[in-house]
């Protein structure tokens, strides 16, 4: 069975500062799939990005970032020079490359991220 | 481009009363539906799934039924609502077949109360 472990429950930050929001998972098999999900006080998730086990190169759009480290098993999301926009609860999630869908997706519990003007 | 609409956005029901939310989904075909329930404290639950009209999964027990009576109509029911059933309601669906199947594009959630 794979677990997605988002340790951090709260972050605050001061706009403009830069925050990281860690996510571990755990699974036994070597393909697999790694989301974020971002969700604002609106209610609707959106999706952010998804990385196969085999792409470990790490990802940057615009003020976000993604370091992927499979070596310990971590796939952390960094927001630079934050915004009172970047305000929601952020999902980490996993799925084994060989699911046909997304039934067996496992999302970790969430971080809410509170960036303060 | 797809989209994907949910309603009601707010529902507040008494204990015993039935329930009705409905999503559908545009711009797209045979789409994999979702029903997720997050309760207070954030996680998300897969309720019900379905891969086509008239098949539905359903994932965990409870007091709840989904329905796909056409393909892109996905309802969550239930005759007699329990206190518990309080929660935010979101609806999904994803591509099937192809590698995006398991990319995830959720509607904008229906927040039930339960009184």
Known sequence: AQKVTQAQTEISVVEKE???LDCVYETRD?????????????????????RNSFDEQNEISGRYSWNFQKSTSSFNFTITASQVVDSAVYFCALILLSSG??????????????VLP | SQTIHQWPATLVQPVGSPLSLECTVEGTSN???YWYRQAAGRGLQLLF???GIGQ????????????????????????????SDSG?????WS??????ANVLTFGAGSRLTVL
């Open chain 2, 56 to 83: 539905i999964s359903s994932e965990v027990p409870q007091n709840l039924s989904a329905s796909r009576p056409q393909d892109r109509q996905f309802i969550l029911s239930s005759k007699k609502l329990l206190l």
């Open chain 1, 30 to 50: 070597t393909t697999y799939y790694l989301f974020w999900y971002k969700q604002p006080p609106s209610g609707e998730l959106v999706f952010l990005i998804r």
């Open chain 2, 31 to 33: 789409p994999n539906l």
């Open chain 1, 101 to 114: 869908s997304a039934r067996q997706l496992t999302f970790g519990s969430g971080t809410q991220l509170t």
């Open chain 2, 49 to 51: 799934y379905s891969v």
């Open chain 2, 95 to 100: 591509k099937r077949g192809s590698t995006g």
């Open chain 1, 18 to 20: 830069d925050v990281t």
């Open chain 2, 88 to 92: 935010f309601y979101l609806c999904a």
